[in-house]
């Protein structure tokens, strides 16, 4: 059967999504290409690499807004940046859009950076925690999953409830800021090496290790959204994990299947 557009038909727009990459290195494509391809299959997308044309677009209040801005490394996270990253923010809090933190953010940041980038981000407890491959769980009463409406996490093509993943940690965000946390339940430490955070003087503490956040979801100011996801290999799930930040339902993300 021939496809024919319907040129009367209303078409809903798709949102505009922008991939920050102020530090490109062509080595790295592999790895964001993951969560590029399907992207684009729901997003408008757009790249810059260059601060110069970041500020030029932040800047221009007549275009429509972009709904996610996608960090693929750590260049804003770096001091002599932060005024951009600043300029970045007051984009965030104005029109409401979230950025994600992904890609190489995780491999390349310095905490000490990082701790900084969140202070001025309005999230001073965010800072950088454990670094190691854990079973990760779905918090599904965090802020973004409990109400969600871009994605049904009933879903057997959407967010996965739990799965493993070598990541980055944030330690210090809130429990309704949690997307993801590691699975404290495991006893062989072998197993889950989220285990060996468990067991304290007293025995094992699972609340010390769910404090800690393999995926985060914070406010920056009452509309914008900041997001965390610490995977270093962008894995299957953690894509579906980025497209659902970005307002979009990963279920219908044929690729990233």
């Known amino acids: 059967m021939p496809v024919i557009?319907?040129?009367d038909a209303e078409v809903a727009p798709k949102p505009r999504i922008l991939v920050v990459s102020l530090e490109y290195q062509e080595c790295y494509d592999e790895s964001v290409n993951r969560f590029l391809t399907p992207m684009t299959e729901l997003a408008t997308v757009q790249r810059v690499k260059k601060?110069?044309?970041l500020t030029r677009l932040l800047s221009n209040e007549s275009s429509e807004p972009y709904s996610a801005l996608v960090l693929t490394d750590a260049a804003l996270t770096l001091p002599e940046n932060l005024p951009l990253w600043e300029h970045v923010l007051s984009?965030?809090?104005?029109t409401g859009a979230t950025a994600v933190l992904t890609g190489q953010v995780a491999c390349l940041v310095i905490p000490d950076d990082l701790e900084e980038f969140f202070r001025v981000s309005g999230l001073?407890?965010?800072k950088a925690g454990m670094y190691q491959r854990n079973i990760v769980v779905m918090n599904e009463q965090a802020d973004g999953?409990?109400?969600a409406t871009h994605f049904d996490i009933g879903n057997?093509?959407?967010?996965k409830?739990?799965?493993s993943v070598k990541s980055l940690c944030l330690s210090g965000v809130k429990s309704e800021h949690r997307w993801y946390v590691p699975d404290a339940n495991q006893e062989d430490p072998n197993l889950n090496s989220a285990a060996i955070l468990a067991r304290g003087p007293q025995g094992r503490d699972p609340e010390r290790v769910r404090q800690q956040a393999a995926v985060a979801y914070g406010p920056v100011g009452e509309k914008g959204r900041i997001g965390w996801v610490g995977d270093i290999n962008t894995e299957d799930p953690s894509v579906k994990v980025i497209l659902a930040m970005c307002g979009l339902d990963p279920a219908k993300a044929m690729s990233s299947r």
């Open 124 to 126: 001073p407890d965010w």
């Open 156 to 159: 057997k093509d959407g967010l």
């Open 91 to 94: 984009y965030l809090r104005r």
């Open 161 to 163: 409830a739990a799965y």
């Open 51 to 53: 601060a110069a044309t």
């Open 145 to 147: 999953i409990r109400d």
């Open 5 to 7: 557009v319907d040129l």
